[in-house]
């Protein structure tokens, strides 16, 4: 039997999702952005894990898997847009979307 | 425990910064890996090994291999890390991090206070199976629905 500081599991997780966010808003390969998204998802997980173990529940780990499910779909579908851009642009770079042209 | 925590908390931030400093897509991939897997241990620390587990399997394992397929499939080549060295300029960290550190203060402000120690007693695969197909059954079945709709979707869009 031991005890953690549950308070430094969330600012765990504040600080995951704050880096991702930097991510998110640096990158402009469109890869790097979606690995970046990946991160602050992970970091919400983490909070639901983190909470369920402060209460002794087991309803966040509930919604973790619900997160880790979402997940999963979100990379597929992103990686099919990435392929798709990937055919059409033949580029990884963000900034050729923002033309709206064919 | 306590310090395999801090340990494994120190693990994903340091990787997780080396995943936004890579030029080298793959090796960012592999930092990423990294970081996951300690947040895994930091699960772990936090008594849900069942989650620990899944974030290893599907997390580190599934997702994480399917980003490697598509970074193959794309085969980006050499002149990728010129493109990557004129996208991330000095300058381009500046307005980011100065928005998300205001952002992360602010969290940090909210869970400041709540400083109660939390007495780590493992909830195991038995609970959360029992709490999975007892109240979330519903959950489940909408969660079957959006990875089948995910599968759909990932086919219909990448394909020619």
């Not at chain 1, 970091?43 to 983190?50: H, P, R």
């Not at chain 1, 999963?72 to 709206?100: P, W, Y």
């Not at chain 2, 004129?86 to 869970?111: F, R, T």
Request: aromatic share 10%; charged share 10%.
């Amino acid at each position: 039997m031991y005890s953690i500081p549950f308070e430094h599991g969330l600012i765990l997780a504040a600080s995951l999702f704050a880096l991702g966010l930097i991510g998110v808003l640096t990158r402009r390969n469109v890869v790097f952005v979606l690995m970046s998204l990946e991160i602050m998802l992970n970091a919400c997980g983490l909070a639901f894990v983190v909470v369920s173990a402060r209460w002794q529940h087991a309803d966040g780990q509930i919604m973790f898997l619900m997160i880790l499910t979402l997940a999963a779909a979100e990379v597929a579908v992103g990686l099919g847009l990435i392929i798709q851009m990937f055919r059409r642009f033949k580029t990884v770079d963000l900034n050729v979307l923002s033309q709206m042209k064919g | 425990m306590i310090v395999l925590f801090y340990l494994a908390a120190a693990i994903a931030l340091i990787s997780t910064i080396a995943v936004l400093f890579q030029r080298n897509i793959v090796h960012g991939l592999i930092y990423l890996i990294l970081s996951l897997l300690s947040v895994a241990v930091v699960f772990y620390t936090f008594g849900a090994p069942f989650a620990a587990m899944l974030e290893a399997i599907v997390y580190a394992g599934a997702i994480m291999v399917l980003f490697l397929f598509v970074i193959m499939m794309l085969n980006l080549g050499l002149r990728s890390r010129e493109q990557e060295n004129s996208w991330l300029s000095n300058g381009i960290w500046i307005a980011p991090v100065i928005m998300s550190g205001i952002l992360l203060i602010q969290l940090l402000n909210v869970i400041r206070g709540q400083s109660q120690d939390a007495v780590i007693v493992e909830v195991g695969v038995r609970e959360v199976g029992l709490m999975l197909f007892g109240p979330y059954v519903l959950a489940v079945e909408i969660a079957s629905i959006l990875l089948l709709a995910g599968l759909i979707g990932a086919y219909h869009l990448a394909k020619k």
